[in-house]
């Protein structure tokens, strides 16, 4: 059995998601794997100084950040924890170093930006010659030094043109760049449903004569959210809400305690997204890569917005929704009744899901040949798996 390293961190809900889905695709595939994954900040919580100086983990001031909406600058900051990164770089590859050689894997995922090089340089002194992949959860890099790094060692994973561009550009070869259809999903986004949406909607007391949006902002939430609401509510648009609040309990208590003209679902922490937007037509939410890559395969066109406020590793984002035309990107929230507007637009709303119907993400089932060829034989091959029909399990 091939041991399989996936390092991951809790600064937004993405990565673990990612480590998460390789994971339970590996199970459900019945590959001959062991899959174990790392919680990164755990591990090097010795190293950090932001906690050392406030108390509180680098990832839990990122989501902080992203609860309040405290965005903007945050390419500055973004540097700065670079630069920080860079000047410990010698003590986390030593740190890096010792974990390794306690577990002993035969390849090691990352799908966390930022300490990729230390990752890749500790690895190949623990391990030479044993793979190293980073499996890049944006949908672009945001250079230099975010996703991919001047380290040989280093396989990457992009599911995008660009950000396949973007490593050849940084100087990696094509035995190097695996190039992918889409962001990594979990397996419940391919499953085949029969799920009734009308039931789920009145499961969430809505209508099942309305429109329905879902507003989603991360597993964190963001008080946005209650800003949208009060907006789509005083233009009195037909329209109803789910609002996805995840373990943000203060914003979720805030909007169910409001008396709503417009019908509002409120939902805290869930892992029943995936069925939940059977029960919406459009979403709306920040520019976020598995946010709008869940929407994709839900079938869901999204509106977003762009600006000084928005994170650097996702403006892009908003770029690929505009080229795709797969939704609507507003400059700001302040404008999100235009927005819900045009998707209540009966050929505009078509078009759009024309055009979301057009992507086919089938990026895990891909990522698991990727990773099946660099460990070596031994495990299924792709003829075992009917992938056209995603079928999980053979």
Known sequence: MKKILVVFHDAGGGHRNAAVALQAMAAAQQRDWDVELVQFQELTDRLDVLKKLTGIQIQEQYNTILRNGWTWGSQFLLRVLQLTIRIFHGPLVKLLEEFWKQRPADMLISVIPHFNREIAESWEKSYPGRPFVTLITDLADFPPRFWIEP????????????????????????????????????????????????????????????????????????????????????ASLPVQLILICGKNEKLARRLKVKKWNIGTSVIGFTKEVHKLMHAADFLIGKPGPGSIAEAMQRRLPVIVDCNSWTLPQERYNAEWVTEKRVGVVLKSFEDVVIGVQQMLEPARLAEFKRNVAAQDNRAIFEIMEILENLTGPGGKGLQAFDLRDDVLVP
């Open 151 to 234: 380290v040989k060692e280093q396989f990457v994973i992009a599911g995008t043109e660009k950000a396949v561009e973007q490593a050849r550009a940084f100087g990696k070869d094509d035995a190097h760049i695996f190039g992918v259809s889409g962001m990594v999903l979990r397996p419940e986004f391919y499953a085949e449903s029969d799920v009734d949406t009308v039931a789920v909607k009145r499961e969430l007391e809505l209508r099942d004569d309305l429109p329905t949006a879902m507003v989603l902002f991360g597993g964190f939430g963001s008080k946005v959210m209650y800003e949208i609401a009060e907006k789509i509510d005083a």
